[in-house]
Structures are given as C-alpha cells and as structure tokens.
C-alpha cells in the first residue's frame, strides 16, 4: 500500500519555525521526487518546494524567498521541509506528493499524495 504520512504541522506564532516531515512506503523512494504543496480552504492548491530523486535538485516557489528548506533522508525514504520566518498568510494544510517531475517550475504529480499537515501561523 502506498503511503505518504506528514507530520509536524501546528501553530506557531509569526516568525517562527516548523519542521514538516513526509515518511513515504509502498512504493520505489529512488524513483520519484518528492514535492511540498500547500492550499487553503477555497483556494487552489499551489506548489510549495520539491526535490529530486535520490535527494536530487531542489526548487522553491518564489513566495517561499529562502525561508523555506527542502531535504531528503533517503536511508528513511523521508523528506522534510523546515519552515521559517512564517508568516499568517502562510497558514494552509501542507501535502506532499509524490512527483514525476521536479525540474525549475515543472512539479508533475503522481496520484501519492500524503493526508496533509496542518500549519497555523498567528499573528
């Protein structure tokens, strides 16, 4: 059974951290990057960060402005994103997925997608 579970989400006050992590099993880690997309209720969901296979390259979305780390412990088939600096509108439930392209702004996803994370940034 293929599964992604994240973890890590909570609230935290502005300007704070959280480190997001995505376990991955029932399916081959090494052959697919891995991405981090956000959404908020009623709005489209929206890539945040991937990174490629076997801890490969590793692209953000502009808003992210070097706040945001992506990274892999492929020993673990665990990705993780550590979040900082946050902001209230950074407030969304957090989803990885499992991608079949992750190269510049081309984050072409699978059907593996986790059950997402919750994050509450208070101002």
């Known amino acids: 059974e293929v599964q992604l579970v994240e973890s890590g989400g909570g609230l935290v006050q502005a300007g704070g951290s959280l480190r997001l992590s995505c376990a991955a099993s029932?399916?081959?880690?090494?052959?697919?990057?891995i991405g981090w997309f956000r959404q908020a209720p009623g709005k489209e969901r929206e890539g945040v960060s991937c990174i490629g296979s076997s801890a490969g390259s590793t692209y953000y979305a502009d808003f992210v402005k070097s706040r945001f780390t992506i990274s892999s412990d492929n020993a673990k088939n665990t990705v993780f994103l550590q979040l900082n600096s946050l902001k209230p509108e950074d407030s969304d439930v957090y989803y990885c997925v499992a991608l079949f392209v992750c190269v510049m702004t081309i984050w072409r996803p699978s059907d593996y997608w986790g059950q997402g994370t919750q994050v509450t940034v208070s101002s």
């Open positions: 029932g399916f081959t880690f090494d052959d697919y990057a």
